[in-house]
């Protein structure tokens, strides 16, 4: 079954909560084949005898996928390009079947899979709408009674008279998001459809799929942005060569995504070094001090009171980071830690192989996952070390001011390399193995102090002082 429809069940109680007790989408044991011919004429004989002359290869797009979408919350979907994410989409909207497997859908679908798909470029803006929500189900009368608020989202002015052949991607995803979300449906399928958005645009989005999951549409939200799958997702899945790898909490899930996009086999540089140094470019020098010495920092990094067991550690161990210190004001681990006041965090690092400029990171987020601050020594200019040698110890030490609000944050740290062709080699990386909780605070609020100072200057006084 993949569309179930209920007409009154908002009249009859008890089919109403029939309704909300199932889940809007249900995934079980779904896979897709496509068979890949190398010639076309293979494929009519394949036709010919009915199958028996086999002139194709298969490719499994996807595997085993089973996942439900529960009523009123938003899922993620993130992946590789390649994995399966538009693949597994369109078998659930409907527009591709499953070689195996079944896909149950309650409600009415909304899908953005593409920019104005089912958008008649000849057609104007307007006929578009129409058109596109006669698709959805809704009358004449029912689409006049929201275009006012379809044309506002959208904001395209004039252009909404043109036909869409003139339109940019951008007023395209607009014009097209505008009346997905404003029909309210049930389910709603997002695939990559905001990233041609601007940044006030994409706000808006959000704030309207917040509204539709308050009012208990069923979101299925497909991203490259790992901070969008964080804030805005009840729960993620990750696939990987067509198989579902992970499924779980946002933040568990896109640090294993990130462990697939980035993780990479250990890199044994032999014999070339100096050719490696000559590609890899060398950062700007700048001054720089350690706050401890490599005797102060003689622990294991999970022995340390700030220390995060539920932290996310992956790469090649090239290089470790084997130990850290926090120091506030010369205090060592403080029991408190005041919004304001400085945070110098050490971090013994141990070189397991022969590492060529080194590149050491770090990270400041909030409980929720949102990241608050990034950096890393190259791209500050740092020169670190131009040749790490096995069994080679070192410290890096990053000092801060801690403008931050009350709550719980966490610090991840890293180091990695670049390969002779660019690419990053992660050595160690630690997601949120440190925990920072900063005290209440009464001065602001929202997550970082910026020091602003409000002054009141009032023309009266400038007029007696001038008389």
Known sequence: MRLLR????????????????????????????????????????????????????????LRDINFVVPRGQTVGVVGKNGSGKSTLLQIITGTLDPSHGEVTVNGRVAALLELGAGFNPEFTGMENVYMNASLLGLSREETDARIDDILAFADIGDFVHAPTRTYSSGMLIRLAFAVQAQIEPEVLIVDEALAVGDAKFQAKCFAR????????????????????????????????????????????????????????????????????????????????????????????????????????????????????????????????????????????????????????????????????????????????????????????????????????????????SRSLSGEVIPHDRRYDSIHLKVDPVTAFSGLVDLQAQIVFDSPSNNLLQAS
């Open 6 to 61: 209920l007409p009154g069940f908002r009249k009859r109680g008890a089919v109403l909560r029939m309704y909300f007790d199932m889940n809007a989408i249900e995934v079980s044991n779904v896979a897709k084949c496509f068979n890949i011919w190398s010639k076309p004429h293979h494929r009519l004989f394949h036709a010919l005898s009915k199958g028996k002359v086999a002139l194709h290869k298969e490719f499994w797009a």
């Open 209 to 416: 799929l917040k509204k539709l999951k308050e009012n208990g549409t069923s979101i299925l939200l497909v991203t490259h942005a790992t901070e969008q799958i964080v804030s805005h997702c009840d729960s993620a899945i990750l696939l990987d060569g067509g198989h579902m790898v992970a499924t779980g909490l946002p933040r568990q899930v896109v640090n294993r995504y990130l462990d697939i996009l980035f993780g990479k086999p250990v890199v044994e540089v032999k014999t070339d070094v100096v050719t490696q140094l000559e590609a890899v470019p060398k950062a700007v020098p700048i001054i720089s001090s350690n706050h401890t010495a490599l005797a102060d920092l003689d622990k294991s990094f999970e022995a340390r009171p700030y220390y995060n067991p539920s932290e996310y550690r992956w790469g090649d161990r090239a290089a470790e980071l084997v130990d850290f210190a926090a120091f506030v004001n010369g205090s060592q681990f403080p029991n408190t830690l005041i919004s304001g006041q400085y945070l110098t965090l050490a971090l013994r690092v141990r070189f397991l192989a022969v590492v060529v400029r080194p590149i050491f990171g770090f990270a400041v987020k909030t409980k929720e996952g949102i990241t608050i601050y990034n950096t890393n020594t190259e791209q500050q200019g740092s020169e670190v070390l131009d040749i790490a040698q096995p069994g080679m110890d070192g410290i890096f030490s990053v000092s801060l001011p801690l403008r931050l609000f009350e709550g719980d944050y966490f610090v991840s740290v890293g180091i990695a």
